[in-house]
């Protein structure tokens, strides 16, 4: 079947640092951007990196220069990688796959809390 299935989340302190993956299923049709987004409480979701086939990547103006978002191909895996993590990082990440027929799919999410 079709599924995107995320792990990495879990409880940090302010500063720390998690490391998130998703691992979308071999019969999703050509794949063209995956990127992770998040929603807290109360908040619409929103963008928080992307990346397409190519490598270009893009990051919401609230983690650049903290999160990293990088792909293999082979795999058919995205990761995100979050460094100096606040408060305010505290949501349900969800990735996302979009393919070159303009299909989205989603994972279920992953919940990152950072807590002193």
């Known amino acids: 079947q079709v599924q995107l299935v995320e792990s990495g989340g879990g409880l940090v302190h302010p500063g720390g640092s998690l490391r998130l993956s998703c691992v979308a299923s071999?019969?999703?049709?050509?794949?063209?951007?995956m990127g992770w987004y998040r929603q807290a409480p109360g908040k619409q979701r929103e963008l928080v990196a992307h990346?397409?086939?190519?490598?270009?990547?893009n990051y919401a103006d609230s983690v650049k220069g903290r999160f990293t978002i990088s792909g293999d191909n082979a795999k058919n895996t995205v990761y995100l990688q979050m460094d100096s993590l606040k408060p305010e990082d505290t949501a349900v990440y969800y990735c996302?796959?979009?393919?070159?027929?303009?299909?989205?799919?989603w994972g279920k999410g992953t919940l990152v809390t950072v807590s002193s």
């Open positions: 996302k796959a979009e393919t070159m027929g303009n299909m989205n799919y």
């Open positions: 071999r019969n999703i049709f050509r794949i063209y951007v």
């Open positions: 990346i397409t086939s190519s490598g270009s990547t």
